[in-house]
Nanobody, 120 residues
Framework: QVQLVESGGGSVQPGGSLRLSCTASASIGCMSWFRHAPGKDHEQVAGRSSTGPTTYADSVKGRFTISRDNAKNNLDLQMNMLKPEDTAMYSC?????????????????WGQGTQVTVSS
């Protein structure tokens, strides 16, 4: 059983920045950030496997950057130029394997989530 602990999040004005961090209790192949806004489906924001391949949702490319420290089992998400439509509950998810699935249902472990609110 792998536990995921998230930190970061909060409220920020449009154009601002936030940093989310996720730490896993053990080494695992893929770690991703998902978000869920009311009335919308879960969306993979970004994911990175332990071997390096990184994926980003089109809606965040150029604004969000994911980084992973395999030695610390840590996955960070730097979010810049935040928009109101980025408002959502952000959750860290992880699964075994060398690549990161797009669907949350394909993940074995996930964290409690942290709220990100972007408003003026």
């Amino acid at each position: 059983q792998v536990q995921l602990v998230e930190s970061g999040g909060g409220s920020v004005q449009p154009g601002g920045s936030l940093r989310l961090s996720c730490t896993a209790s053990a080494s695992i192949g893929c770690m991703s950030w998902f978000r869920h806004a009311p009335g919308k489906d879960h969306e993979q924001v970004a994911g990175r496997s332990s071997t390096g391949p990184t994926t980003y949702a089109d809606s965040v490319k150029g604004r969000f950057t994911i980084s992973r420290d395999n030695a610390k089992n840590n996955l960070d998400l730097q979010m810049n130029m935040l928009k109101p439509e980025d408002t959502a509950m952000y959750s860290c998810a992880a699964t075994v394997g060398a690549w990161c699935p797009l669907r949350l249902s394909d993940y074995v472990y996930w964290g409690q989530g942290t709220q990100v609110t972007v408003s003026s």
